[in-house]
């Protein structure tokens, strides 16, 4: 059974650095093939991806936000972390964490985690 | 990076209504695509992969088809649960970018 859930502040000021973490059981970093992925949905508007995360500990991030994220896992491998810096109003949003199934030649996130709301404001 | 629009953008049905919901893509993405499925304060649940594939223990009333630029979701009675907003999302390539959402309401 993989679940996973997304623990950092739900307010944070402009300027500051969001720390999400994703925490996740069912399945392993360190396995081959295996990737976390981040998704941000601002309220009443659309899902954006941000980044992924591999078992390799290859890195990929959404080109619009760059610059501003960090995608790291950690030596248990059990748990992701996302890293967003130089926060700001319009990145108030619901932050999810998912995993991303390889299948038959494929892919999607096939589970998420419930998200975190994070409110950017002074 | 890859666009995805999707039609329409709200639609109002019945139960027992089917439901056609049509995700074009800017370039062609193969079958790496997947639909998803959100009520409001939840997550997104997983309906569809590979443009076709039902995902595991989703009602078989949802289908899938379509490659290349073009992909529809259908529903094929709707039922009450289904009231939800629908994203289509491609993993050909990153950025993995997500269409902008269809809301299916009550009529």
């Known amino acids: 059974q993989i679940t996973l859930e997304e623990s950092g502040p739900t307010l944070v000021k402009p300027t500051q650095t969001l720390t999400l973490t994703c925490t996740f059981s069912g399945f392993s970093l360190a396995t081959s093939g295996v990737s976390v992925g981040w998704i941000r949905q601002p309220p009443g508007k659309a899902l954006e991806w941000l980044a992924m995360?591999?078992?390799?500990?290859?890195?990929r991030y959404n080109p619009s936000l760059e610059t501003r994220l960090t995608v790291t896992k950690d030596t248990s491998t059990t748990q992701a972390v996302l890293k967003m810096t130089n926060m700001d109003p319009a990145d108030t949003a619901t932050y999810y964490c998912a995993h991303r199934l390889y299948h038959s030649g494929t892919y999607c996130f096939d589970y998420w985690g419930p998200g975190i709301l994070v409110t950017v404001s002074s | 990076d890859i666009q995805l629009t999707q039609s329409p953008s709200f639609l109002s049905a019945s139960v027992g209504d089917r439901v056609t919901i049509t995700c074009r893509a800017s370039q062609g993405i193969a079958g790496f695509l997947a639909w998803y499925q959100q009520k409001p304060g939840k997550a997104p649940t997983l309906l569809i992969y590979g443009a076709s594939t039902l995902q595991s223990g989703v009602p078989s009333r949802f289908s899938g088809s379509g490659s290349g630029t073009e992909f529809t979701l259908t529903i094929s009675s709707l039922q009450p649960e289904d009231f939800a907003t629908y994203w289509c999302q491609q993993l050909h390539s990153d950025p993995f970018t997500f269409g902008p959402g269809t809301k299916v309401d009550i009529k």
């Open positions: 995360i591999y078992w390799d500990d290859a890195k």
